[in-house]
Structure formats: structure tokens, C-alpha cells
């Protein structure tokens, strides 16, 4: 997919103000003006009705402000069938009624909207009014540009701060992981974090690990390169790669090695995504900027920048041209690559070894939010299918949504919206549960009960003889076991 991206000095082709450098983006009038243009047309169209709690929420409450809804419903007869002429009489009173009740909305019914709006972004692609149409409907950028907005004003709340602070955060917590994992299972720390940081106390968190792998890949010993590599890349680990689950990286690393591909590892930072989230537009900007200019000169060695995390993967492509601005950013972007969509390329080229027959068994597949916006197609799916394992698609979000479902505020709602991704995987009864992204994953291990894995672990382990199986209960479940205190 991509991202409509402005440059132009006099904004001439940005009227809407969503380009960041735009000085409209950041003028709260202007703001409101969009939020209400954008959400008459998302009522008059209602396609995306079903997609999130943001849309859900924004057509109840319209309709419930709505003065005339009886009357449009027909429920102000009450009679049931009437006459001809019974009928003559009724429309002779019949008023027509062109105003929209999307005026009607006050401003914490718009802030709810905004709020609930956990960048997803599904209603992109199925939005029939994006860019190039003539009503340029951006709806998560929309809802981005207020919660930015709302930092400006307010300052980026100390939550925020920490959620988009990856780096530092993992790289303390690795040092101390036996003594912060016991910590993330104490009921009064949790009850604390809760009420201090604004993470729900029964939210499952992710471990963290006791070495990076970052640091795993300086101390590894070198592999010898092919003298003719099937490809060169270099590894974009993800923070949760780095930090809770370096076998993700650890066995893309091998994998990609088994493939003939000549593999490194540069310098890297966080992608920038958790400070776009929390409103930190600059530190996103500050984050990018480093990675450009650690990626760039592997990417004009000529290797693909191969990353493991559909949201990292996003942020990179779509994201890196504008919130950097530079040709050697869309340079950057345009090098970037999905670690399953790699694969397959390697698999389809007869580049990739098969395993096994059957050493992987029954799975059930996630399909992640933000790969699905990227027009990437079912790659884990197919490279697993590829693999020789049977596979049943979830093509339902899981509500997570990066550190969204983690926040005390929409606990609840985020396991609502992961219901429906639970229960195809529970009804799929599959050996193994896998996504491409972790935290779909940590979500449905607490609502199943089962342990989820990256596809390239899977496909690592049935190489090795040691299949991953993803037994029901002891992982998860709504509420997770946390020790008194």
C-alpha cells in the first residue's frame, strides 16, 4: 500500500493537511473541520462498519443523535400494512429531511472516536474513497493527526513517553530479565504499573529475554559467505526481536543462512512506531533518520532489508520517505521487505530446502493487520503451506495493536475484538498456532491459552526434527496468574 505522501512547498496538492510538515496539520481548526468532513462521509458510506470500536461507537452515537431516525426507520407506523388511501393521507406529512446529525456530535463523542482508533488500519484498503478520489478519506491518518495534535497541546503523557521508549526500556530489562519477568507476575506490582504507568493489571506482557540479539549477533561467529549467495540481506531484528523474543531474528538468521543467502546485521533502532503512536512526532522523526543512516549503505551494497514485524515493516516502508523526507530515505524504504514474503520468493526459486513431509503438522495462521494493509498477501500462509503443513487462515483482527490493548483504558475492549480471532483458532484445533506478529500472538495466547509462534520459528524447528506445538491451556486465558506478594 501506499501512503499518500506530500512535498509539494505550497501544499496546493494537500488541501486536507495530512502531510506532517504541512502547516495545516497542525492547526486545530482546521482539524475539526476534517474530522467532521471525514466523518459525514463515513456515515453516509457505513462500509467499514464492522471493523473496529472506533466505527462502532461513531455510527451508535450518530444514530442516537439522530432526531428523525424513528421516522426514517419506519417505526413511527405502528400499525403494520395499511390501505392505499390510508397511505395517501401519511404522505401528505411526510417530511423530507436533508441535515446531518454528524453536527449533533459533541467533542467527547469525538475524542472517544479518536481515542478508540488503534491504527489498525483495515479501513484503508477497504475505503472506497482514499486518495487519489476527490474526498482523500485517510481515516487513521485522520485519527493520528488528532492524538498528535493532542500532544502538542498537552504534552506527551509520561505513559506514552515510556511505551515509545523500546530502546532504553529493553535495553535495562535484559540486564535484570529474571528479576523483571518475576516483577511482571507480582499482583501488587502489577496493581502499581497499573495505576503509575496506565498498563492494565491482568494484560498479559511479554517476557524479556536474558541476552538481546543484538547482542547474540556480535558474539556469534562469523559464517563463511558463499562465493555465489542465493541473496544478500541484512536483518531488521524489531525491538520485540531484540528484546522478549530473539529466537524470531535468531532463526531467520539460520534460516536465511540454510537458503544460501549471505546474512549481517547493522546498527539499528526502533522503527519509530511507538512514538508515532503516543503523538511523538519528532522522536518517531529522530528514530527514522538514525535507521536511514545505518541501512543505507547495506541497502547500495545491494542487500534487502528483511524484517520480521509487519508493523516495523510498515512504519519502514510507508512512513520513512515522509517522516525523513530525503531520497536516500526512499531508498531505504523501497529495500525493505517482509522476512515470510522473502522466504517465499527463496521457496518459489527453489532457493529454500524443503523440510521434512509432515514435520509441521496442523496450523492455524494469523494474519496480521498490518501486513493485509500492505497488499502482501497471505506469505506466512503460503510459506507454511509451501513447508508442507495444513493450514486454516484467522483473517480476524486481534485488537492488540501494538501497546493499544496493553493500556488500562482498553483492556476490556481489546479482548473483545480479539473474540473472534480466538475462537477460529480454538474451533481449528491445530498442532501449532502461528503470526507473523508477536503481539497478535501475546493477545491470542492470553485468550487461548495456546503459545503462538513466528512462521520462520516453525520452519526453523521442522529443519531441526523438533516440531513447536501449541497445546491448549497453561499460557493464557483473560485473566493471568500473578503471584501474591
Known sequence: MKLPIADQPDWAADPHGMAYDNPRFWESGHLGSEIQRVFEICNGCRLCFNLCPSFDVLF???DALDPHREEAEGKHLEGGMIEEHEAATLLEHVEVHTESPVH???GD????VVELCYECKLCFPKCPYVPPHEFAVDFPRLMLRAKMQWAKDDGIAFRERFLGATDLVGGVMTKIAPLANAA????????LMEHTVGIHRDRKLPAYADESFLTWWQRRAPVDPKAEPAAS?????TCYGNYNDPEIPKAAVEVLEHAGCSVTCPEQVCCGMPKLDGGDLEGARKLARKNVETLLPWVREGRKIICSGPSCTLVLRTEYPEL????????VAEAV????DFLLHQARQKKLPKPAAKAIGKVAYHVACHNRVQNLGYRGRDLLKWAGAEVQLVDRCCGMDGTWGMKTEFFAESLKVAEAAANRVDSAEPDVVSSDCPLAGLQLEQKTGRSVYHPVRILRAAYLGEPLRSPKGGKGGDLPPAEEK
Open 60 to 62: 451508535k452515537r450518530i
Open 233 to 237: 540481506v541484512a536483518v531488521f531484528a
Open 184 to 191: 511482571a507476575h507480582n499482583s501488587f506490582n502489577r496493581m
Open 324 to 331: 525523513v523526507g530525503t531520497p536516500e530515505a526512499k531508498e
Open 104 to 106: 449533533l456530535l459533541s
Open 337 to 340: 521487505m517482509d522476512l515470510s
Open 109 to 112: 463523542d469525538k475524542e472517544r
